[in-house]
């Protein structure tokens, strides 16, 4: 069985103007020791999608439909105890910004043994020595636990949330842009750590990120999401050698590469949809090029178009 | 060959490190950050030069010193681009007329070209930043959101008031925003930042810099802060402005992948220094120093087949108010030798205009012949 299933995930927020469709309708599975990557524009619903999964969606959020299958257990339907109990211990997250996501006043060694003292049954000692141990696993220096966040750089204090990600032994973690503040040498250190951490400890892990090209390198599997809703999922190597929608070639086509000829990035033109009051038809169609009359009507299913590639594009015949 | 426009010679700019009550009474040696220590460079006409690094190399410090928004401490900063005859004119003429230079003295002022923004009064400064101007990085921040797009546009003619009247910075306010592709102007002018995308307002943040009709743009991170999807745009908006209107930029960049495909030259800098410069194409494709190779070689690859070796560098740059003795980059370089710790290396040439400073190629011969 998958470690974990989504289907037809949808997350609304309740907003001044209505009701706004950050997700709607997102499936995915992710089996153990796997790693997928959500990739898109800002706005797109990635981080949304993965916050979903841990329930941590701020007041005016809620999940609106949707089954999220973790472990056999219906995540969308789980509150109180009970979802405390898995939080951190079966799924933890790496936030966005994570020079910021640490707490200034106290010591780094104290902020990882919070988890472990909550969840586990075990002494402060224990504790402790296993703080020394997470530090060890993530390249610092076992004597710096007790520091405090400042005295890191912005690449330790990255892989001091890695640590407490980790402090519970999850069987998923999800990682929000974990490299997107950081230099592209320490972004390479992190995302090496990550990529031995994965093999090793044999984890799941969801990467969200802009950067196609991190997700590629780091991801078994790949989705890419347009506006609330996934467009295209396949291997990672597969969506960059034969993406499928309009919006992946686009999306691909964004990203200057410096192993190839010198050429101008392209451009997507326009802005992504209102998701207040979506359009009717595909949502990319006024930003695509191909767009013919049925795009602009009817909405085109996420389907198999190649063996385990899937696309949401009328102009792709269905396998 | 195109003339230069701007020189910067061995520019630096240190920060004072502040003391403690306790330091200063024991004396003790005052420390600085050395966020620029000694870079030289030239910017030709409609040329677009590159500084790329990690930051806190001090590529933003740079650029900030040019335009003297950041005082520097030393170095020289020449600029030749139009205007300069008129402007160095009339300021020997004053200078003569107050008996401060002779006739003599005038004559070798006008002969070495290039006026030294340095030396110029407050009061010129402000004439002379309508030839140099500056976008920002980033377009959610560096507006203001309680100004309509007309004022935050209409604001640098205010300031240098120029413009006899209402109507004439309409005129210009109007041309500037249709030069920044935000198009029709009159429908962006009363909007307010909010109202509009981060694509948009970068390009709200270029027509501010081309109200004033520049010469010389220095665009620090215009693209960081945007969505992938609408960076080449701002990009290719950049381009057209070389080939309208003749700027030159100084282009500043974390991104080697945007510095490869958008600039001509790019300089690679490392702890307040350039370590490598040249043609964007020989230095990105044919790196030399150690340090661009390594940074070169950890840009993620999205295929797996274009992966390459990747050079990971151990720890994280030094302080810039401790540099390292000898070459800066030794604690971290893959192939230190013991020179390295002891001498900087000079700056030599490995091809036509590609120098590198790096004891490896200097050892090796380059820059002998």
Known sequence: ?319 | MAKDIISVKDLRVWFQVRRGFIESILSEEQKYVKAVDGVTFTIKEREIFCLVGESGCGKTTTGKAILRLVEPTGGEVAYFGPGKEDMMKEMVEVALAKDEIDEDKAERIMERGGINIRALSKKRMKSMRQKLQIIFQDPYESLNPKQSIYDIVAEPLVVNSIGANEAEREERVTKALDDAGLRPPKNFMWRYPHEVSGGQRQRVGVAGALVLDPDFLVADEPVSMLDVSIRSEILKLMLDLRESKGLSFLFITHDLGVAYVFSDRVAVMYLGKIVEMGPTEKVIKNPQHPYTKALISVIPTPDPKDREEKIILVGERPDPSDVPPGCRFHPRCPSVMDICRSEEPKSVFVSPGHSVSCHLLIMQGAGKS
């Not at chain 1, 309708?25 to 089996?31: N, Q």
């Not at chain 1, 979903?52 to 056999?72: D, E, H, V």
């Not at chain 1, 003292?117 to 004597?143: Q, S, Y």
């Open chain 1, 1 to 319: 069985m998958a470690l974990l299933e989504v289907e037809g995930l949808r997350t609304y927020f309740k907003t001044q103007e209505g009701t706004l469709k950050a997700v709607d309708g997102v499936d995915f599975i992710l089996e153990k020791g796997h790693a997928m990557g959500l990739a898109g524009e800002s706005g797109c619903g990635k981080t949304t999608a993965a916050l979903s999964i841990m329930k941590l969606l701020p007041a005016n959020g809620y999940i609106a439909g949707g089954k999220i299958n973790f472990m056999g257990q219906d995540m969308a339907r789980v509150t109180g105890e009970k979802l405390r109990a898995i939080r951190w211990r079966d799924i933890s997250i790496v936030f966005q910004g994570a020079m910021n996501a640490l707490n200034p006043v106290k010591r780094v060694g104290e902020q990882i043994a919070e988890p472990i003292l909550l969840h586990e049954d075990v002494d402060k000692e224990v504790a402790n020595k296993r703080v020394k141990e997470l530090f060890e696993l993530v390249g610092l220096n076992p004597t710096r636990v007790r520091e405090y966040p400042h005295e890191f750089s912005g690449g330790m204090r990255q892989r001091v949330m890695i640590a407490m990600a980790l402090a519970c032994k999850p069987r998923l973690v999800i990682a929000d842009e974990p490299t997107t503040a950081l230099d592209v040498m320490i972004q390479a250190q992190i995302l090496d750590l990550m990529k031995t951490l994965q093999r090793e400890l044999e984890l799941a892990m969801i990467i969200i990120s802009h950067d196609l090209s991190v997700l590629a390198e780091t991801c078994d599997t790949l989705c890419i999401m347009y506006a609330g809703k996934i467009v295209e999922r396949a291997d990672s190597v597969e969506v960059f050698r034969n993406p499928q929608h309009p919006y992946t070639q686009g999306l691909i086509a964004a990203f200057p590469n410096v192993k190839g000829e010198r050429v101008m990035p392209g451009a997507i033109a326009g802005n992504p949809p209102n998701l207040i009051e979506p359009q009717p038809g595909c949502r990319f169609a006024k930003r695509c090029s191909f767009t013919k009359d049925i795009c602009l009507n009817q909405e085109p299913p996420l389907v198999e178009v190649l063996p385990n590639h899937y696309a949401a594009c009328h102009l792709v015949e269905p396998r």
